[in-house]
């Protein structure tokens, strides 16, 4: 992995344009609001190529949509946008509506500005040269530091770790947040510490090939001097978290399917060693209980009522109280935000189709249609019954932000489905919304196939759908595909501060259990547990159920099975170097099985390397004798044979995690049919190409 890192001071970031075709600062008077009113200012810097249009499309399924658009929307209120500074050659514009897109047409900073009720407020928008989609991402992390009296900034830009060569032409441009330049704007040549007297965001952004994630801090006055906060970081409960799904309706016995159920059951999570319970839509569904399972069993993903809690389960105290009896457990609860749409049957939506409804008006434009004349609703996959919401209606951007204050009082997290079918610019304010509620509240995305921008003031974690499909792979014989998808996280620039959640089962998807096997079942399991990111189990799973959605399998458990999933969380939490932490490492390896896969975890005092073998039974792997051979998983010995070339062989039946020794530059080589050479991971960044770290400051 290459480095370069960038110097600025706070300073040299007043009045004084970072990057390329310049900005006016606005005027101090521009964007005034009254404190106790929540400001319309469209929030942090755009960041956007030539060749990529901020826009939210019709029938898109899985693409990346966002608009400009007001924050903390009034139905009534007046909105306009406005171009009023942009590069010399441009001639793009915006349109007349309260949320728009925008299709820039060259390289440079952009100002945009947002007429609303509470004044003017600008919004920087840059823009890029065109961008290979080919080519990997840069990454970019910003830090501060008071030196002197001086705020000193500091970016690092990383390349990816595939990528063996630094990008020639990456740099680091940096940006005051719009909304806080006015709390700058009475300072001298030189800005001290103490002169900072308002809170201030700083973002920066990687550019070269491709421009980066951008990353940001916050400066907050401290007596004669700042504190640094990163608010993009991820809570810090979330560091070796182990998560656990329900799909809420199925998980209580069947004869009593209740909240006050579900907690008597709470002692198999707390035993389980869990610290995240998912729960799957529990609001008033239109697929509620009895809802057959060719139509996707009580799922609950088609809400009619988001404030109230399905009546069948209990009341909202029942489910305030399982919550409670969750965190004496020191569990925390994430709660399923299901606003990509609502079912067909919702209020809303019988307004909106139905020509003579009395509301029908003004619902229509609540929902995106794929033919408005005949009321054809927008929907992904031939998802009938759940028609898209309108986000470039400030109305429903109201409503769903209702949704978002009512119930982040209630839970530690939101799990937002179809995160990829809502515009960036609505996750960010929600982000904002819940962070100013609580700092610690976790935001984690269903975005299949991820994207890093989500990763960008909008979400801590995300789905590893490529991890999953991965873990099939190595089912069927490609086990090196998995370290490939643990590769592919860096190259597509997220963040190196952003986790991915990892199974190997969800609700969507069919048992791996049915699907490949038993075996295979517990070596992805295994996986999950001992690759970077945070683990996830599906009821079930660790008990042996077959059926997707199934009632859980109580009294019926796979004893065997549940023994073996204890037994990863305790490696999990125990064993340093499997930590969230702890980096990564291609090894050296010989087996006959393409389902085997070894790799290394390094912590700081521990380094382990980690063998799993999807197949049916044990195969034999040939290591280096920097491996110990007793497994931390079981304490067993592995009763190796010492090979006449300096290799060690031993059995593996599922999984092995043995204590290692830096492995030396040169030993023994193994047979013809070898893994490829050792790449280095990063510590924090995932697999690297190359070893060392060459770096640049400028």
Same mark, same amino acid.
């Given at each position: 992995?290459?480095?370069?890192?960038?110097?600025?001071?706070?300073? *040299?970031? #007043?009045?004084?344009?970072?990057?390329?075709?310049?900005?006016?600062?606005?005027?101090?008077?521009?964007?005034?609001?009254?404190?106790?009113?929540?400001?319309?200012?469209?929030?942090?810097?755009?960041?956007?190529?030539?060749?990529?249009?901020?826009?939210?499309?019709?029938?898109?399924?899985?693409?990346?949509?966002?608009?400009?658009?007001?924050?903390?929307?009034?139905?009534?209120?007046?909105?306009?946008?406005?171009?009023?500074?942009?590069?010399?050659?441009?001639?793009?514009?915006?349109?007349?509506?309260? =949320?728009?897109?925008?299709?820039?047409?060259?390289?440079?900073?952009?100002?945009?500005?947002?007429?609303?009720?509470?004044?003017?407020?600008?919004?920087?928008?840059?823009?890029?040269?065109?961008?290979?989609?080919?080519?990997?991402?840069?990454?970019?992390?910003?830090?501060?530091?008071?030196?002197?009296?001086?705020?000193?900034?500091?970016?690092?830009?990383?390349?990816?770790?595939?990528?063996?060569?630094?990008?020639?032409?990456?740099?680091?441009?940096?940006?005051?947040?719009?909304?806080?330049?006015?709390?700058?704007?009475?300072?001298?040549?030189?800005?001290?510490?103490?002169?900072?007297?308002?809170?201030?965001?700083?973002?920066?952004?990687?550019?070269?090939?491709?421009? *980066?994630?951008?990353?940001?801090?916050?400066?907050?006055?401290?007596?004669?001097?700042?504190?640094?906060?990163?608010?993009?970081?991820?809570?810090?409960?979330?560091?070796?978290?182990?998560?656990?799904?329900?799909?809420?309706?199925?998980?209580?016995?069947?004869?009593?399917?209740?909240?006050?159920?579900?907690?008597?059951?709470?002692?198999?999570?707390?035993?389980?060693?869990?610290?995240?319970?998912?729960?799957?839509?529990?609001?008033?569904?239109?697929?509620?209980?009895?809802?057959?399972?060719?139509?996707?069993?009580?799922?609950?993903?088609?809400?009619?009522?988001?404030?109230?809690?399905?009546?069948?389960?209990?009341?909202?105290?029942?489910?305030?109280?399982?919550?409670?009896?969750?965190?004496?457990?020191?569990?925390?609860?994430?709660?399923?935000?299901?606003?990509?749409?609502?079912?067909?049957?919702?209020?809303?939506?019988?307004?909106?189709?139905?020509?003579?409804?009395?509301?029908?008006?003004?619902?229509?434009?609540?929902?995106?249609?794929?033919?408005?004349?005949?009321?054809?609703?927008?929907?992904?996959?031939?998802?009938?019954?759940?028609?898209?919401?309108?986000?470039?209606?400030?109305?429903?951007?109201?409503?769903?932000?209702?949704?978002?204050?009512?119930? #982040?009082?209630?839970?530690?997290?939101?799990?937002?489905?179809?995160?990829?079918?809502?515009?960036?610019?609505?996750?960010?304010?929600?982000?904002?919304?819940?962070?100013?509620?609580?700092?610690?509240?976790?935001?984690?995305?269903?975005?299949?196939?991820?994207?890093?921008?989500?990763?960008?003031? $909008?979400?801590? =974690?995300?789905?590893?759908?490529?991890?999953?499909?991965?873990?099939?792979?190595?089912?069927?014989?490609?086990?090196?595909?998995?370290?490939?998808?643990?590769?592919?996280?860096?190259?597509?620039?997220?963040?190196?501060?952003?986790?991915?959640?990892?199974?190997?089962?969800?609700?969507?998807?069919?048992?791996?259990?049915?699907?490949?096997?038993?075996?295979?079942?517990?070596?992805?399991?295994?996986?999950?547990?001992?690759?970077?990111?945070?683990?996830?189990?599906?009821?079930?799973?660790?008990?042996?159920?077959?059926?997707?959605?199934?009632?859980?399998?109580?009294?019926?458990?796979?004893?065997?099975?549940?023994?073996?999933?204890?037994?990863?969380?305790?490696?999990?939490?125990?064993?340093?170097?499997?930590?969230?932490?702890?980096?990564?490492?291609?090894?050296?390896?010989?087996?006959?099985?393409?389902?085997?896969?070894?790799?290394?975890?390094?912590?700081?005092?521990?380094?382990?390397?980690?063998?799993?073998?999807?197949?049916?039974?044990?195969?034999?792997?040939?290591?280096? *004798?920097?491996?110990?051979?007793?497994?931390?998983?079981?304490?067993?010995?592995?009763?190796?044979?010492?090979?006449?070339?300096?290799?060690?062989?031993?059995?593996?039946?599922?999984?092995?995690?043995?204590?290692?020794?830096?492995?030396?530059?040169?030993?023994? $080589?193994?047979?013809?049919?070898?893994?490829?050479?050792?790449?280095?991971?990063?510590?924090?960044?995932?697999?690297?190409?190359?070893?060392?770290?060459?770096?640049?400051?400028?």
């Amino acid at each position: 992995m290459r480095r370069s890192t960038h110097v600025a001071t706070l300073d *040299s970031l #007043v009045d004084v344009p970072i990057a390329d075709g310049g900005r006016r600062r606005p005027d101090a008077d521009e964007a005034t609001v009254d404190d106790a009113t929540p400001s319309s200012h469209p929030g942090p810097p755009q960041f956007v190529a030539v060749n990529e249009t901020i826009e939210d499309p019709n029938g898109n399924d899985q693409e990346d949509r966002d608009a400009l658009a007001p924050r903390n929307p009034v139905a009534d209120a007046t909105y306009s946008w406005s171009v009023v500074d942009a590069p010399a050659d441009s001639e793009a514009t915006v349109g007349d509506d309260p =949320i728009v897109g925008f299709d820039p047409d060259v390289p440079g900073e952009y100002t945009l500005a947002l007429d609303a009720d509470d004044g003017r407020h600008e919004l920087t928008v840059r823009v890029f040269p065109p961008e290979n989609e080919d080519d990997p991402r840069p990454r970019v992390e910003l830090d501060a530091d008071v030196v002197g009296e001086q705020v000193v900034l500091t970016a690092t830009a990383t390349t990816p770790p595939a990528n063996s060569q630094l990008d020639p032409d990456i740099d680091v441009e940096l940006y005051v947040d719009d909304r806080d330049r006015d709390a700058l704007t009475d300072a001298g040549s030189v800005l001290s510490a103490a002169e900072i007297d308002e809170p201030v965001r700083i973002h920066a952004v990687a550019a070269g090939r491709r421009y *980066s994630v951008a990353d940001s801090i916050r400066l907050v006055p401290d007596g004669d001097s700042v504190s640094v906060e990163r608010p993009y970081d991820p809570p810090s409960w979330l560091d070796d978290a182990v998560f656990y799904e329900i799909f809420t309706r199925r998980f209580p016995d069947q004869d009593d399917p209740t909240f006050d159920q579900m907690a008597e059951h709470l002692d198999h999570l707390d035993e389980l060693g869990v610290d995240a319970l998912w729960l799957t839509p529990f609001v008033d569904a239109y697929s509620s209980f009895g809802t057959d399972d060719d139509m996707g069993g009580p799922h609950g993903y088609d809400a009619l009522d988001y404030f109230s809690v399905d009546p069948e389960l209990g009341t909202m105290a029942d489910f305030e109280a399982f919550v409670d009896a969750c965190h004496e457990r020191d569990i925390k609860v994430v709660f399923d935000l299901v606003v990509n749409h609502t079912s067909i049957r919702h209020e809303f939506f019988q307004a909106a189709s139905d020509p003579d409804h009395e509301d029908h008006e003004r619902y229509r434009d609540w929902y995106r249609w794929e033919d408005e004349d005949e009321l054809v609703p927008d929907t992904y996959f031939g998802w009938s019954n759940i028609p898209n919401l309108n986000y470039e209606n400030p109305e429903v951007r109201e409503f769903v932000l209702s949704i978002v204050d009512f119930w #982040v009082d209630k839970v530690d997290g939101f799990r937002c489905d179809v995160a990829w079918g809502v515009q960036h610019s609505f996750w960010k304010e929600v982000y904002d919304r819940v962070q100013s509620v609580d700092e610690d509240f976790l935001m984690l995305d269903e975005s299949v196939p991820y994207f890093a921008d989500f990763s960008e003031g $909008e979400f801590h =974690i995300h789905h590893d759908d490529r991890l999953h499909e991965a873990l099939g792979m190595a089912a069927d014989g490609d086990a090196d595909a998995v370290l490939d998808a643990v590769e592919r996280r860096a190259n597509v620039g997220v963040p190196s501060y952003r986790p991915f959640l990892q199974y190997a089962e969800n609700h969507d998807l069919d048992r791996f259990l049915a699907e490949h096997g038993r075996a295979a079942q517990m070596a992805a399991g295994a996986a999950t547990f001992t690759l970077p990111g945070n683990p996830m189990l599906y009821y079930g799973q660790e008990t042996g159920l077959e059926g997707y959605r199934d009632p859980m399998n109580w009294g019926e458990f796979d004893e065997e099975l549940y023994d073996f999933y204890r037994s990863l969380v305790d490696a999990r939490k125990s064993i340093p170097a499997l930590g969230s932490d702890a980096g990564i490492e291609r090894v050296p390896f010989y087996s006959e099985s393409d389902r085997v896969l070894a790799f290394s975890r390094v912590a700081d005092d521990q380094r382990v390397v980690v063998v799993l073998n999807f197949a049916e039974g044990s195969r034999t792997v040939r290591l280096g *004798s920097y491996v110990e051979t007793t497994d931390l998983l079981t304490d067993a010995e592995l009763s190796p044979t010492e090979r006449d070339d300096g290799l060690i062989e031993f059995e593996v039946e599922t999984v092995a995690v043995l204590e290692a020794d830096e492995p030396p530059a040169t030993g023994p $080589e193994l047979d013809a049919g070898d893994s490829d050479d050792a790449r280095e991971f990063d510590a924090e960044d995932g697999l690297a190409a190359v070893t060392g770290d060459d770096s640049t400051e400028s």
